[in-house]
């Protein structure tokens, strides 16, 4: 059974920092690009960043370009998301996912809030 499992969200100030984590657990994915979304109250599920797996080629939304940064570590099956200058419009539930998007793996995705 494929899961992608994320953590650590949490409450944190405007202009604090975050680092998020995903694990994969039930099959390898190092043939897939490998992406960041988050879903914010009322609003639709958008992509955030994506890496290629093996080649380590990135993009981001233009929201959060200069401020985030995604990663991986092949050996753990885990990508990482490391949050920078969060702003209160950053707050939603974050989720892992492959880039372009499966359905069957969307998780239960880690809530981060940023007060003002």
């Known amino acids: 059974q494929v899961q992608l499992v994320e953590s650590g969200g949490g409450l944190v100030q405007a202009g604090g920092s975050l680092r998020l984590s995903c694990a994969a657990s039930?099959?390898?994915?190092?043939?897939?690009?490998m992406g960041w979304f988050r879903q914010a109250p009322g609003k639709e599920r958008e992509f955030v960043a994506g890496?290629?797996?093996?080649?380590?080629?990135?993009r981001y939304a233009d929201s959060v370009k200069g401020r985030f940064t995604i990663s991986r570590d092949n050996a753990k099956d885990t990508v990482y998301l490391q949050m920078n200058s969060l702003r209160p419009e950053d707050t939603a539930v974050y989720y892992c996912?492959?880039?372009?998007?499966?359905?069957?793996?969307w998780g239960r995705g880690t809530q981060v809030t940023v007060s003002s």
């Open positions: 039930g099959r390898t994915f190092s043939n897939y690009a």
């Open positions: 890496m290629r797996w093996s080649g380590g080629s990135t």
């Open positions: 996912n492959t880039d372009p998007a499966i359905h069957d793996y």
